[in-house]
Structure formats: C-alpha cells, structure tokens
C-alpha cells in the first residue's frame, strides 16, 4: 500500500512517515501543495494525506484539481482547527475523510484503514450497513430482510450514503454525485428525495439510520450510540 504524505511541517510529516513505514507501508512525502499535487498526479497512492494550510496551493486547491483531473484517490485532510466550515469544504471539494489536528496516530492509521477499505468495498457489488444491504448490480435493496423498493434517485443517494457510513454527506456531494449537476439546481429536489428515502427505509422499525446534521447535510449512521434524529 503506497501513500503520499503532503505536510509542511516537517515534525509532523517525519512523525507520520516513520510511524506509517512501520506498519509496512510505503510512504512518500511532499512539503507543499504544489509538489503534492504534481506527485499525486504522476504516481498511482492508495490515500493521500493531505495537510490543509500548505505553501504553493492549499490542500483545498489540491483536492479540487485532483477531482477535475479525476484523479480518484482517497484523500484523509488534516484541518488545524475543528471548523465544521473547513470539514465541510474539505468534503465538498472531494476530500473522503478528515482529522483535526492535533491527532494521535493511533486514530490517523485506523482512518488510513478504514479507507483502503472503502476503496476495497467500491469495487464489490453488495453494499452492508447495519440491517441495510444494497445490490448494485440487480438494484435491489432489503432492510432486516424485506424488501425495499426505490426510485432511481433515491436508490442512487442510499448507495452513496452506503459508500460513506458514519460521515456528513453535503447536498453538493449528493447534487454532483447522484444527479450530475450543480447544486443550486437541485437544491429542492435532493431533500425532498431524502425525505421520502427515510420514509422508506424507517417506517416500521425502531432504529432510525439517517440523520439530518444542521447546516451540512446528512449522515448515515452504522452505530447505535445515540438516536438519530
Ligand atoms: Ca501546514
């Protein structure tokens, strides 16, 4: 597993290369957005970690030219403050994860993991949450068994909900990725879809999966660890 550290400060780019080379990967580093971006481009990694105030081009401007070149790498942002704005950017511009620094590395790997994961599991057919499976390939999606039935637009948001358990998935995510457009036109309609999804997928059980996360989006929950709402 290859991946690229791009951090400018040199203490944190060291501490992480070292700890990642110890648990056998192979491990590049740049220490600006600029060379970052040139490196990601030319050299297939399995995740870039990519720090977000950086010399040349800022990690924003990197994931946003890495999208455009559709360059599909997973991306881990490292934010220096927990600002929802900077976490919600992040992903809005194509970021597949973030972490607040200061962080342990403990957590960094676990989320580097659970990435690779998730590239793993794109490639798979039958998406799992919870009580939830997906099949991408017959369309057809069952909840503890009984059978689901969605339209095109809902069954294309629960897949990407699926592909992102446990994180705020935004409008814009949702309005570039399910209906391949801007989001100021489709707007209504991703809410509306959302609605009756939910309608769907939690009448008649006790466990609510999607919850709505004020001013960000929506996020579909695999842990039980407190009620959605
Ligand atoms: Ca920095």
């Known amino acids: 597993m290859r991946v690229l550290i ?29 060379d970052g971006l040139f490196r990601a481009l030319s050299t297939p990694y ?11 081009k800022t990690g924003f401007e990197v994931i946003r030219e890495l999208r455009t070149m559709r360059c599909k790498t997973r991306v881990l942002m490292l934010t220096a403050r ?4 900077d976490r919600v950017q992040g992903l809005d511009l194509g970021a597949d994860d973030y972490l607040v620094k200061p962080f342990a ?9 659970a990435l690779l994961r998730r590239s793993e599991q794109d490639d798979a057919i039958t998406l799992r ?18 059978p689901i039935a969605l339209t095109a637009r809902e069954f294309g948001v629960l897949a990407h909900f699926m592909r992102h358990p446990d994180q705020v998935v935004t409008r814009t995510e949702l309005a570039e990725h399910v209906w391949d457009e801007q989001f100021d036109s489709v707007s209504n309609v991703i809410d509306v ?3 009756h999804l939910r309608e769907k997928l939690e009448r008649g059980f006790d466990r609510r999966l999607i919850r709505t996360v004020r001013g960000a989006g929506y996020e579909l929950r695999s842990r039980d660890d407190e009620t959605a709402g």
């Open 6 to 34: 791009v951090e400018d400060e040199r203490k944190v780019a060291r501490f992480l290369e070292r700890g990642l080379k110890e648990e056998r990967f192979a491990v590049d580093v740049s220490h600006d957005g600029e």
């Open 46 to 56: 399995d995740v870039i970690i990519l720090d977000v105030l950086l010399p040349k």
């Open 82 to 85: 927990d600002s929802l704005d």
């Open 105 to 113: 590395f403990a957590e960094l790997l676990a989320r580097v993991r």
């Open 129 to 146: 949450v919870v009580d939830l499976v997906l099949d991408l390939r017959t369309r057809k999606v069952t909840r503890g068994g009984k």
């Open 193 to 195: 879809t959302v609605y």
